[in-house]
């Protein structure tokens, strides 16, 4: 499974019904694993963003429809970095070609 680190920041919207983001959360899991995909971590955070998830999804269209559907209900916007783990890391390095 592809990891994807999702940055989201809170609309005006969602920031006004800020007290109903715990249901959304549980809403935008049951999404994922719908998308047969998961939330690995979930963080409330500081900063110039509101919440930082890292989630599995089976390919990039999966994880595209996820990010798309958050988008559409208007409580945030979110920012999808697909990520590599250590080890693709590693093997990505390994196969550059030389010069």
Do not use: C
């Not at 005006?12 to 549980?26: F, I, T, Y």
């Not at 798309?68 to 979110?78: D, E, F, M």
């Not at 990520?83 to 196969?95: G, L, M, Q």
């Amino acid at each position: 499974m592809a990891i994807y680190i999702i940055l989201s920041t809170y609309t005006e919207q969602g920031a006004r019904n800020v007290k109903d983001s715990p249901k959304r959360l549980n809403a935008a899991k049951a999404l994922a694993r719908r998308l047969n995909g998961r939330f690995r971590q979930f963080f409330l955070t500081m900063g110039a963003y509101d919440i930082v998830a890292i989630a599995e999804f089976p390919n990039d269209e999966a994880a595209a429809k996820f990010a798309l559907t958050l988008a559409s209900k208007g409580n945030v916007r979110t920012t999808t970095l697909k990520a590599f783990s250590e080890a693709d890391y590693r093997k990505i390095v390994r196969a550059l070609p030389r010069g």
